[in-house]
């Protein structure tokens, strides 16, 4: 009776699980608009929209795009915990679509004032941050248990492949379609997500919180929550790595606003140096996601080095100006991000105890995120006042303190922190959040 499933089980997640393989479709056209759409509108603020302050409004673009998921993080999850997850992933999808739809026709009809871009970029950045965590912790309503981790795995490598092909054709459709074809294309992705998910039945109840509660009613006690507060206090070793990676982001994710500069200022390029760029660092990080896990040596060890190896990665463009030299640059960081993201999501699945895993990775991407905006406004402000080279050794000499800080960080020598002895919850009724 074991031989036929084999084969099966041999194929990957998404072709042998068509529930989920539709909603990770799904994924990859939401990130890949939203990808898309911020390269696009960056590089159309710099070449174009805003003369002469471009690195400010590229920036502040940039840090609009990304509040939404740190903002409004809490509503979030209780959102997560009250609606079904196929509904609320369909509502945002749908949502995203129709506000890039507005922006088509508005950008078609007349110029397009930069206001409105911002706008449609906070709202596409909004139905995306109900969107992502939504679908991370909807991955037990559609894969068994025992696919929960390949399921986890597939999900984190494969948000390189939807931002690599939104970031590649973010700056070519604006220099051939203007922003008005920029945003067709995405509402075009939007729509079809939004279908695709529709199409999915998910193994849960329509209504997570009702659910829980009558699971609670049944079973008896539930263990109760516990907030990021407490479980960081009991595991010191992840509250410093998260500090450290925080503080390196400050620097990594500022490689967004920076590589448009670059571009303009230094290469002298159009959209398609733009799309080289970002598909070099696309690159890297997918294939750092596919071959983190072969990496040998413990996650702080080679933290440490990918962080080493991202500082002198970065620091190349701002002495050598050359388009290859500094594609493979972005190449070498892009792979340490991957290395980096697939070692410590693996670690985190192991030091964090199981009820408290979905509350964790959602603030973890609130809390790493956070950067994001300082970090865009900060370079964004500098790049009209500095050369994009002096950024380039800015973010450089950055990342040299978090890899020492990664390092000298007490209990990195040990393979894993064990979870703190406290309660072992009761597993969370599926679909539901902690």
Same mark, same amino acid.
């Given at each position: 009776?074991?031989?036929p ?18 909603v990770?479709?799904?994924?990859v ?7 898309m ?7 159309w603020?710099?070449s ?8 400010f409004?590229?920036?502040?673009? +940039?840090?609009?795009s990304?509040?939404p998921?740190v903002?409004l993080?809490?509503l979030v999850?209780r ?11 369909? %509502?945002?999808?749908g ?15 007349s110029e397009?004032p ?16 109900f ?5 991370t912790?909807? !991955? ?8 929960i981790?390949?399921? #986890? @795995?597939?999900?984190?490598s #494969?948000?390189s492949?939807?931002?690599l092909g939104?970031a590649?054709l ?14 067709v294309?995405?509402a ?8 695709l998910?529709? %199409? ?6 329509e209504? &997570?919180?009702a659910?829980?509660a009558?699971?609670?009613?049944? @079973? ?5 929550r516990? %907030? ?8 010191p070793?992840?509250r410093?790595?998260?500090?450290c990676?925080?503080a390196a982001?400050?620097f990594t994710?500022a490689v967004?606003?920076v +590589? ?8 002298h390029?159009?959209g ?9 660092l696309?690159v890297?990080?997918l294939? @750092?996601?596919?071959?983190g896990?072969r990496?040998?040596?413990?996650p ?6 990918c ?14 100006a050359?388009r290859?030299?500094?594609a ?7 792979w340490?991000?991957?290395?980096i ?6 670690l ?5 105890p199981?009820a ?5 990775f ?6 790493l995120?956070? #950067?994001?905006p300082?970090a865009?406004l900060?370079f964004?402000?500098?790049g ?12 450089a000499?950055?990342? !040299? &303190?978090?890899a020492?800080?990664?390092?000298l960080?007490?209990?990195h ?5 064990? &979870?703190?002895?406290a &309660?072992?919850p ?9």
């Amino acid at each position: 009776m074991t031989t036929p499933t084999v084969p099966a089980r041999r194929l990957p997640l998404v072709l042998r699980n068509r529930a989920f393989g539709t909603v990770w479709l799904g994924q990859v056209l939401t990130q890949a608009a939203v990808r898309m759409f911020q390269v696009g509108v960056s590089w159309w603020l710099i070449s174009d929209a805003a003369s002469g302050d471009g690195g400010f409004a590229a920036g502040l673009f +940039m840090a609009v795009s990304t509040l939404p998921a740190v903002v409004l993080a809490p509503l979030v999850a209780r959102a997560i915990a009250r609606f079904a997850h196929r509904s609320l992933l369909r %509502t945002a999808a749908g949502g995203a679509g129709a506000a890039a739809a507005a922006l088509a026709v508005w950008a078609g009809a007349s110029e397009l004032p930069v206001a409105a871009a911002y706008a449609a970029a906070l709202a596409l950045a909004t139905c995306q941050a109900f969107f992502d965590p939504c679908l991370t912790t909807s !991955v037990p309503e559609l894969v068994d248990d025992a696919d929960i981790e390949a399921a #986890t @795995g597939f999900e984190l490598s #494969t948000q390189s492949l939807a931002s690599l092909g939104g970031a590649l054709l973010g700056a070519l459709v604006v220099d051939a379609a203007g922003v008005a074809g920029l945003a067709v294309g995405c509402a075009a992705a939007y729509a079809t997500a939004a279908l695709l998910i529709a %199409t999915v039945r998910f193994r849960t109840a329509e209504h &997570p919180a009702a659910d829980a509660a009558a699971g609670a009613a049944a @079973g008896g006690e539930r263990a109760p929550r516990r %907030t990021l507060r407490q479980l960081l206090g009991s595991m010191p070793y992840v509250r410093g790595i998260l500090l450290c990676f925080t503080a390196a982001n400050l620097f990594t994710t500022a490689v967004f606003v920076v +590589m448009p500069l670059y571009t303009a200022s230094v290469l002298h390029g159009d959209g398609g140096t733009v799309a080289l760029l970002e598909a070099s660092l696309g690159v890297g990080t997918l294939v @750092g996601s596919f071959t983190g896990a072969r990496v040998p040596g413990r996650p702080a060890v080679v933290g440490t080095a990918c962080l080493g190896v991202m500082a002198a990665a970065l620091a190349v463009p701002g002495l050598i100006a050359a388009r290859p030299v500094i594609a493979g640059s972005l190449l070498l960081t892009g792979w340490c991000v991957g290395v980096i993201g697939v070692r410590f999501v693996a670690l985190f699945q192991r030091l964090v105890p199981a009820a408290d895993k979905p509350a964790f990775f959602a603030v973890m991407q609130a809390v790493l995120g956070a #950067t994001f905006p300082v970090a865009s406004l900060l370079f964004g402000f500098l790049g009209d006042h500095l050369s994009a080279q002096t950024l380039c050794l800015i973010q450089a000499a950055g990342l !040299v &303190p978090a890899a020492l800080a990664l390092a000298l960080l007490p209990g990195h020598s040990r393979p894993a922190e064990a &979870p703190d002895p406290a &309660p072992a919850p009761e597993p969370t009724p599926a679909g539901g959040t902690r």
